[in-house]
Antibody, heavy 119, light 106 residues
């Protein structure tokens, strides 16, 4: 059974940092391209980051709104993917999901972790 | 950037009704469109991919159609368990979700 479990969310002040972790199991993590998608309080979904596998040199891509502030990474030995979020803004408040693709579409999702940026 | 516009934003229908949801892309996305169902407190669930392919395990009352810029999700006979918000997603150029259609029972 495929499982993705996100942790690390919480309440953080604007300008501060937070690191999210996604622990996975049940699929071949080493060759999977991993993504983070977030859902704002008004329920809008936004793709924010992707990391490819080793064969693609772990290349990363980001949505414009988080470039330079967020960093996606992975540890194949732990089947984990991470999202380091720096210089957080109130508009980053959202539930953050990790997800992976089958046949080019997001099929497997975690349960999400809530990040609230507020003073 | 490609924008995805869903309509209506809210829909109320009765059990057994045929329900049609719309998603329009701001430019041609060929058939690179998927539909997701999200129930309260859950992650999105893939229903339809490549505009008209039914994901494994999804009931056959769900179907998708369209190509280019105009797409439709149809539920042939609405069931109580179909109450949810439905999102479209394009990946012709990166990934963009629509704002969703909230479906409730009348």
């Amino acid at each position: 059974e495929v499982q993705l479990v996100e942790t690390g969310g919480g309440l953080v002040q604007p300008g501060k940092s937070l690191k999210l972790t996604c622990a996975t199991s049940g699929f071949t993590f080493n060759t999977a391209w991993m993504h983070w998608v977030r859902q704002s309080p008004d329920k809008r979904l936004e793709w924010i980051a992707r990391i490819k596998d080793k064969s693609k040199n772990y290349a990363t891509d980001y949505v414009e709104s988080v470039k330079g502030r967020f960093t996606i990474s992975r540890d194949d030995s732990k089947s984990g993917v991470y999202l380091q979020m720096n210089s957080l803004k109130e508009e980053d408040t959202a539930t953050y999901y990790c997800t992976t693709i089958r046949n080019y579409w997001f099929v497997y999702w975690g349960q999400g972790t809530l990040v609230t940026v507020s003073s | 950037d490609i924008q995805m516009t869903q309509s209506p934003s809210f829909l109320s229908a009765s059990v057994g009704d045929r329900v049609t949801l719309s998603c329009k892309a701001s430019q041609n996305i060929n058939k690179y469109l998927a539909w997701y169902q999200q129930k309260l407190g859950e992650a999105p669930k893939l229903l339809i991919y490549n505009a008209n392919s039914l994901q494994t395990g999804i009931p056959s009352r769900f179907s998708g159609s369209g190509s280019g810029t105009d797409f439709t999700l149809t539920i042939s006979s609405l069931q109580p368990e179909d109450v949810a918000t439905y999102f479209c997603l394009q990946h012709n150029s990166w990934y963009t979700f629509g704002a969703g259609t909230k479906l409730e029972l009348k």
